[in-house]
């Protein structure tokens, strides 16, 4: 069975980093896109970032370029989101996704920035 | 960005009747190599998300036959034939056809009357 286990959310005032990290297991990570999803509290879902298999393309959405890195390790079936000048827009929980089409959700990273 | 509209954004339903959720994208989601990538997800209460259908119609693994997509170009449908008191949650749809970025509707709540 795939499994996504997010890990590294937490409390960060603003203007902190945080580095967020998802061990992939039962699949080939290498071989598939990896994606972040954040959900505010209350909220619907938002697309982050995503990663292609050989980390030699990204893409993030307008409102965290520049401050979070999407990068992965494949020799460790490992995602990460690397989180700088964190704003308290940013609060939300974060999911790791197998693909850019979603089959595979990891149960989620609650990150809240709040002074 | 392609904004992705559903409607309603709440819906309650009595056990054992059909709901229907809409979804309209604000261009076609038909790709050049003919697929349309429209996907939709279950939310239950305090649960990550679940994909349930992708490309429109084709149901997940798992997934109950009573749910099932239909739709073209923008306008999309997620059916329940007779809900269940474990539909009960919220649910999305998603766009990747014209990525970056992906996008969602606003999720729809489904209820039990």
């Known amino acids: 069975e795939v499994q996504l286990v997010e890990s590294g959310g937490g409390l960060v005032q603003p203007g902190g980093s945080l580095r967020l990290s998802c061990a992939a297991s039962?699949?080939?990570?290498?071989?598939?896109?990896m994606t972040w999803v954040r959900q505010a509290p209350g909220k619907g879902l938002e697309w982050v970032a995503d990663?292609?298999?050989?980390?030699?393309?990204?893409y993030y959405v307008d409102s965290v370029k520049g401050r979070f890195t999407i990068s992965r390790d494949n020799a460790k079936n490992s995602l990460y989101l690397q989180m700088h000048s964190l704003r308290a827009e940013d609060t939300a929980v974060y999911y790791c996704?197998?693909?850019?089409?979603?089959?595979?959700w990891g149960q989620g990273t609650l990150v809240t920035v709040s002074s | 960005d392609v904004v992705m509209t559903q409607s309603p954004l709440s819906l309650p339903v009595t056990l054992g009747q059909p709901a229907s959720i809409s979804c309209r994208s604000s261009?076609?989601?038909?790709?050049?190599?003919?697929?349309?990538?429209l996907n939709w997800f279950q939310q239950r209460p305090g649960q990550s998300p679940r994909r349930l259908i992708y490309?429109?119609?084709n149901r997940d693994s798992g997934v109950p036959d009573r749910f099932s997509g239909s739709g073209s170009g923008t306008d999309f449908t997620l059916k329940i034939s007779r809900v269940e008191a474990e539909d009960v949650g919220v649910y999305y749809c998603?766009?990747?056809?014209?990525?970056?970025?992906?996008?969602f509707g606003q999720g729809t709540r489904l209820e039990i009357k």
């Open positions: 996704v197998r693909g850019q089409w979603g089959d595979y």
């Open positions: 039962d699949f080939t990570f290498s071989t598939y896109w």
């Open positions: 990663i292609k298999p050989d980390g030699s393309e990204k």
């Open positions: 261009q076609s989601l038909v790709y050049s190599d003919g697929n349309t990538y």
């Open positions: 490309k429109v119609s």
């Open positions: 998603m766009q990747t056809t014209h990525w970056p970025p992906i996008t």
